[in-house]
């Protein structure tokens, strides 16, 4: 294994973890937004106001896409294994 593998197999692992946690995280920022626009207007300052939304959105979001995400991770899986039995 040289430089080259490992950078592409730090880089295919990044990636992975960018596009599986990536609808987690946008609608979790989607949903900060709404409630940062609502408590400029309201004038409303509760600081727990904001996390439970965000965690309600996030659990959500993680059960309805879950398979993608592990079908994701298994791809990443299934390569660096394939690596490995051939010897990179």
Do not use: C, H
């Not at 490992?6 to 609608?27: E, K, Q, S, Y």
């Not at 937004?33 to 309600?56: D, G, R, S, V, Y």
Request: hydrophobic share 60%; no cysteine; charged share 10%.
């Amino acid at each position: 294994m040289n430089e080259a593998d490992a950078l592409d197999i730090v880089r295919n692992a990044v990636w992975t973890v960018i596009v599986a946690t990536g609808p987690a995280v946008g609608a979790a920022m989607f949903v900060g937004l709404i409630i940062a626009l609502f408590q400029a207007l309201t004038q409303i300052q509760e600081m727990t106001l904001t996390f439970i939304p965000k965690i309600i959105i996030i659990m959500l979001m993680v059960a309805m896409t879950g398979p993608y995400m592990g079908a994701q991770i298994y791809s990443l899986t299934e390569m660096l294994y394939g690596r490995i039995e051939t010897g990179f």
